[in-house]
Nanobody, 115 residues
Framework: QGQPVESGGGLVQPGESLRLSCTVS????????VYWYRQAPGKERVWVAIIRNNGNTYIVDSVKGRFTISRDSAKNTVFLQMNNLNPEDTATYYC?????????WGQGTKVTVSS
């Protein structure tokens, strides 16, 4: 499997939605856990969503009810659906794939929420 690649970021207005993708090249997408993190300018990187191989998902309280995480195994992709975005969601979003004890980071995709 290759490194994860994020996509789907961009500039949106408050209240709009985006769907981020984390795609891994290869014939299969095996993982123990996939995390979505975000890092706002001048702040630490923090996790916002987790999906485990057994399908369990976790969303940080600050975005619960607006963000969901899901997977499409046929597309080797994990998605982060973000609804009702607000300026506080502005950040670079990173995918982290943990597999066999190893951590694989993507390069990030930038999300800007501004009117």
């Amino acid at each position: 499997q290759g490194q994860p690649v994020e996509s789907g970021g961009g500039l949106v207005q408050p209240g709009e939605s985006l769907r981020l993708s984390c795609t891994v090249s290869g014939s299969t997408f095996s993982f123990d856990t996939v995390y979505w993190y975000r890092q706002a300018p001048g702040k630490e990187r923090v996790w916002v969503a987790i999906i485990r191989n057994n399908g369990n998902t976790y969303i940080v309280d600050s975005v619960k009810g607006r963000f969901t995480i899901s997977r499409d195994s046929a597309k080797n992709t994990v998605f982060l659906q973000m609804n009702n975005l607000n300026p506080e969601d502005t950040a670079t979003y990173y995918c982290n794939v943990v597999r066999d004890g190893n951590s694989h980071w993507g390069q990030g995709t930038k999300v800007t929420v501004s009117s």
